[in-house]
């Protein structure tokens, strides 16, 4: 059934366009939105509701509509949850409706409506109370049955195929919202000089005036708009978005847009929404006002809808949502939707009008139209199961009951309005505090209160027209023009435009209509639509205690959920404060959190997804890596070399014979991610010496120290090999992952603690490549590559090192051992990283030299009791704890860590100590995190300890593990006892953590 | 998402640039120090509602640490200055005590 009945401003009729809903073909015009082309065709039904199933229709026009969300598009471009009022139809769209099974006309789910009414199991609070025994049956029954039944919308199932972006700009003035309000308050900003953005979420400008005002300075309203949009785009200083929402407001005037760039033409090369990181001097909030549905019963039923959103789909789209109207209200504003029909030919069959006295101009031109108002009236009840085909009118007596019986009067639609609620979303976000304005019921922004700040404390958001309240035309008009104006720091002399508009008599709050018989109890009359809340939950929730209206908001769900109570918070919170016997100010609002409409999870992402995820470091020798095998494992920001696959290698089997060739022959690692750190100045050694727990000052020229540095905490933190460049000049290595963390820490303490010392620090990691030969043929490779220095065990011994060249490489060789091997480090320029990496590969080519990777890494240092930062330190460990003790200087006055090493908790003696471990089956390894226990009990049992390292040791041929053991050290040949998952035990005995050449006969050679 | 002054490089930070440190003006514990007043530096921090002098450091820029008067409540910034002072400058002092009258004082 063709309901178009009209031109309508914003649609061309003079062309269609075609799309699907729910599979079924159907027509509309360029500029309808989905609503009102679902509208047009008659389909007023358009989902089903979260917790009843009940048939739900489209109540709104704009960003408020609870019920009309569906899933648009298909495959890898389906989003669930789309409000089909902010949905602008394009060619080609696909809509599907949800929340029901097997199909919207026929839903098995409404079932739980029916039993509802026998027993409230879906009243407030049926999360808490029913489903709760058998506490089986949860697991097979009452889940399954609620996730099958329940919901919004389903998640799409392939990865996203548009692109987002991210947008950032500055501006003096944002001005949020494209109303008369919104371009006023941008015209006066402009006027000062300020550079303004102006935003509107909706892809037409002039808000509500263009179905609200016939004329504005005697232009009829939409060319009025047009050109004053013109003259702002003609402005250098101004510029213009609209589809681009305002999503949220935070400190110090930073802004979240949200721009819907190709929702309504698809298209590849073009982003899909961009978000808008804007931080503006100052903020103008014009984003209007919302109506308040009235609470009556059967108020959910299809055809009932918000007075404001039948007229504007009367004028913006030209279409009926019906033909024959009643109207509710208890304010003059709503008279304009009788006037509406009655222009568009359409009947309006009665106005029901909850104040006693109706005298406004507005209710006296629906007078003279002939229709009849009736004031002191309501709406008892609505007729009809999937669409409105009746309603119930009744006389209201002021203690909230009928008088006399009830009228019933045939139509297909009912308008209501319960007021007006400015949308003080945005200027909530950041502070703003609201007071209540008992004459037009309704929270109002009061930046006497308070208002969001700037960085300097001056207030920097301003709210304009019928979002600050004034919501009649003229004194919005002048309202926006002062806030614009004051945004720009000046005081506005523009005199408002002149307006038509009748003068409306005061309205009366009005949130609850009675009914007959059992309904009364508010059973049936719906506060939030989109989550099923009815007044009689509201009422059952103050009756239980919840008082406070953020706990109502979670025991009832009122105001959850996508549209966070849009049209249900004022009506379900007046509820509240009426049960309780209070004040609506005194129980107050639930906090406004961005974003104001949901935002897609891609606008949030942006960019960054996939290879732009984030950001990897690469060492100079990373090709050759990929080009050979290498497995990668990220460390940090790098990806390094897990091992170096052959092919039809596993992983495990690269890692054992990367080892075993290392111990054998010789390995070649890839070791430029290792931190390092230079640290320059006449005070670099005292520097060191308080930041290292062990003394760096007598660390002669030409030696290497390792050094572990501790918080003031007196845990672990880093640790590495400290080389002396000269007098004042040090090199630090700190962990691959650490090196920002440790640079960091060195200029915290310089430059707050110690700014009295003479010391530079620089980050050079990613100046030097380095690479570690390390296995008894170690020296034969780099001798065989051509060294201009002697590096003999006598000219070159353990913990030296000396600045030569390697194969015309300019290099330092650091002789020091992580996997206790002769070994050499050698570190070169950055950009001769390669070179030296082939030069040293072909010396090497003649003794078996194979490349590995940082697993063997890991296992020849556990072989050798190494620890690891991270393995064996979690923030809790002290270098004693690690049998560490050595490299803790007994003989300084002060480092960083000294004091709290003192503490009683650092020295009692029952802490966990590193011990190594070998499982009693030498092939088994014991789980990474497996705790110990004292004895096998029933859950929760004692831990002892944990597992902090374990691997199979291939040079060892046996599984091998290192642990943080209460009284470790106590406990050396002790059988400790590792329950695992399902039942299973593993036993390992305490050893010394070296497992491997105690003596360093290996790599002292 | 605040905004300051870097007091050494003079640039405006959006704050994802810095990074915060807690409180300023801690005086250091070493050894030698009693068990009470270790604590203290240790584990106490001041926690007011109202103005708080704070340590931030310029991390995503310059890299200097730097030290910020700010208000708790309404997120004003009143002002920033070297972290190489063991308190804050006379004249940001009276600005606040001008601004805030019944503020205790910083120490």
Redesign the interface.
């Known amino acids: 059934m063709n309901q178009r009945v009209a031109d309508g401003t914003l649609i061309d009729r003079t062309r269609e366009i075609a799309f699907e809903f729910n599979g079924t073909r159907l027509k509309g015009h360029p500029g309808d939105t989905l609503a009102s082309a679902l509208l047009a065709n008659g389909k007023r039904m358009v989902g089903r509701s979260f917790k009843y199933h009940r048939p739900r229709g489209i109540v709104a026009s704009g960003a408020e509509e609870p019920n009309a969300l569906l899933g648009i598009g298909r495959g890898p471009r389906f989003e669930p949850n789309q409000r089909a009022t902010n949905t602008e139809l394009f060619d080609g769209l696909q809509a599907q409706s949800q929340n029901h099974w097997p199909s919207l006309e026929f839903d098995v789910g409404a079932i739980n409506a029916s039993v509802a009414s026998v027993a409230p199991v879906f009243s407030a609070g049926f999360y808490y109370k029913t489903f709760m025994f058998p506490k089986i049956a949860w697991k097979h029954v009452y889940e399954p049955f609620i996730r099958q039944a329940a919901g919004l919308g389903k998640a799409p199932s392939e990865a996203d195929a548009d692109t987002y972006e991210h947008f950032h700009a500055h501006t003096d003035v944002l001005v949020i919202g494209g109303g008369i309000a919104g371009i006023l308050a941008a015209k006066s900003a402009a006027a000062e000089g300020a550079e303004v953005l102006l935003v509107e979420q909706a892809p037409h400008w002039g808000g509500r005036a263009l179905v609200d005002s016939e004329e504005i300075d005697g232009k009829p309203t939409a060319d009025w708009v047009s050109a004053e949009i013109a003259a702002l785009e003609g402005l250098p200083n101004v510029k213009l978005r609209s589809r681009c929402m305002g999503a949220g407001l935070?400190?110090?005037?930073?802004a979240m847009l949200y721009e819907r760039v190709a929702d309504h033409a698809p298209q590849a090369g073009v982003p899909r929404h961009r978000l808008w990181r804007v931080?503006a001097k100052q903020i103008v909030v014009a984003s209007g006002a919302i109506e308040r549905p009235l609470t009556f019963a059967y108020n959910d039923v299809p055809g009932v809808m918000l007075a404001s959103a039948v007229r504007d789909y009367l004028g913006l789209y030209g279409v009926a949502p019906g033909q024959s109207m009643v109207l509710a209200a208890n304010n003059d504003d709503a008279y304009r939707t009788a006037l509406a029909m009655i222009a568009a030919g359409l009947s309006v069959e009665a106005v029901v009008d909850t104040r006693r006295e109706v005298t406004g101009a507005l209710p006296q031109a629906v007078r003279e139209a002939g229709v009849r108002v009736l004031p002191g009236h309501g709406i008892a009840k609505v007729h009809g199961k999937t669409e409105v085909h009746a309603v119930e009118i009744g006389r209201l007596s002021g203690a909230g009951r009928l008088l006399g019986g009830t009228e019933k009067v045939y139509c297909d639609l009912v308008a209501m309005s319960g007021g007006w609620s400015p949308v003080v979303h945005l200027f909530s976000h950041c502070?703003g505090k609201l007071r209540w304005d008992d004459a037009a019921a309704m929270f109002r922004p009061a930046p006497e209160r308070a208002a969001p700040?700037?960085?300097?404390?001056a207030v920097n958001t301003h709210c304009a027209g019928a979002a600050n309240g004034a919501l009649q035309a003229a004194e919005c008009m002048a309202d926006a023009l002062a806030a614009g104006a004051a945004a720009a720091g000046g005081k506005s002399t523009t005199k408002p435009p002149k307006i038509d508009a009748p003068e409306e008599a005061p309205m009366e709050p009005h949130w609850f209509t009675p009914a007959a018989g059992k309904l009364n109890t508010g059973t049936k009359h719906w506060v939030d639509f989109q989550n099923d809340v009815t007044a009689a939950d509201v009422r059952l929730a103050a009756q239980e205690g919840y008082e406070s209206v953020e706990h109502t908001k979670r025991y009832t769900t009122l105001g959850m959920a996508t549209d966070q109570g849009k049209l249900s918070n004022i009506n379900g919170l007046a509820l509240l404060a009426a049960e309780l016997g209070k004040k609506i100010p005194e129980v107050g609002t639930t906090t406004f959190r961005p974003p104001y409409t949901p935002i897609s999870m891609g606008a949030i992402t942006g960019r960054n997804r996939g290879p732009l995820f984030k950001a990897i470091r690469q060492t100079r020798m990373h090709g050759w890596h990929a080009e050979h095998g290498a497995s990668f494992e990220p460390v940090g920001d790098w990806y390094r070399p897990y091992a170096f696959l052959r092919p039809g290698e596993t992983r495990a089997k690269a890692v054992t014979r990367e080892i075993l060739n290392t111990r054998e022959n010789v390995g070649l690692l890839d070791a430029s991610t290792l931190g390092k750190i230079a640290v320059k100045g006449p005070d670099a050694a005292t520097f060191l010496d308080l930041i290292y727990t062990n003394m760096m000052s007598s660390l002669k020229i030409g030696r290497c120290r390792y050094g572990l540095m501790c918080t003031?905490?007196g845990f672990l933190f880093d640790d590495g090999v400290v080389v002396r460049v000269s007098e004042d000049e040090y090199l630090l290595h700190t962990t691959s992952g650490g090196a920002d963390r440790v640079h960091?820490h060195l200029?915290?303490w310089l430059?707050?603690?110690w700014?009295d010392l003479k010391v530079h620090t620089a980050n050079v990691t990613d100046q030097w490549a380095q690479v570690a030969v390390a296995g008894p043929k170690a020296r034969t490779v780099i001798e065989a590559a051509g060294v201009d220095a002697d590096i003999s065990a006598e000219a070159l011994p353990f913990m030296s090192w000396i600045e030569t060249r390697i194969a015309g490489c300019p290099v330092r060789i650091f002789r020091i051992s992580f996997s206790g091997e002769l070994s050499y480090e050698i570190a070169t320029p950055a950009n001769y990283g390669l070179a030296l990496w082939h030069a040293l590969l072909d010396a090497g080519a003649d003794h078996s030299i194979m490349p590995y990777g940082t697993e063997a890494l890991h296992v020849m240092r556990a072989e050798k009791g190494f620890i690891m930062i991270g393995d064996e330190t979690d923030g809790t460990v002290t270098p004693q704890d690690l049998g560490l003790s050595w490299a803790v200087s007994k003989k300084k006055?002060?480092f960083i860590g000294?004091?709290?090493m003192?503490?009683p908790d650092l020295i009692r003696a029952d802490r966990k100590q590193l011990v190594g471990l070998l499982t009693e089956n030498p092939r088994e390894v014991i789980p990474d995190g497996a705790h110990a226990v004292d004895q096998i009990t029933a859950p929760p049992m004692r831990t002892i300890g944990h597992v902090t390292s374990t691997y199979f040791s291939p040079s060892l041929g046996h599984s091998i593990a290192m642990a943080l053991i209460e009284r470790g050290s106590e406990r050396m040949g002790e059988v400790l006892t590792f329950p695992l998952e399902g039942d299973k035990v593993l036993k390992a005995r305490v050893v010394d953590p070296v497992f491997l050449d105690k003596e360093g006969a290996r790599q002292n050679v | 998402?605040?905004?300051?002054t870097c007091p050494y490089c003079g640039a405006h930070c959006?704050?994802t640039e810095l990074t915060p440190?807690g409180e300023a003006h801690l005086t250091?514990?070493?050894?030698?120090?009693g068990d009470t007043e270790?604590e203290g530096y240790?584990f106490y921090r001041k926690n007011p509602k109202g103005v708080h002098f704070e340590?931030w450091?310029h991390?995503y820029g310059c890299?200097?640490?730097f030290h910020a008067a700010r208000?708790t409540v309404?997120?004003?910034?009143?002002g920033t200055y070297s972290?190489?002072l063991t308190e804050p400058p006379a004249d940001l002092v009276a600005k606040i005590k001008q601004?805030r009258p019944d503020w205790e004082g910083w120490a």
């Open positions: 935070y400190d110090h005037g930073y931080r502070g700040l700037g960085h300097d404390g003031e905490n960091g200029e915290e430059q707050t603690e700014w006055t002060d000294k004091r709290a003192e503490r | 998402m605040l905004v300051m959006e704050e440190g250091r514990f070493g050894p030698g120090s270790f240790l340590r450091r991390a890299g200097i640490w208000c309404t997120l004003e910034v009143f972290a190489q601004k």
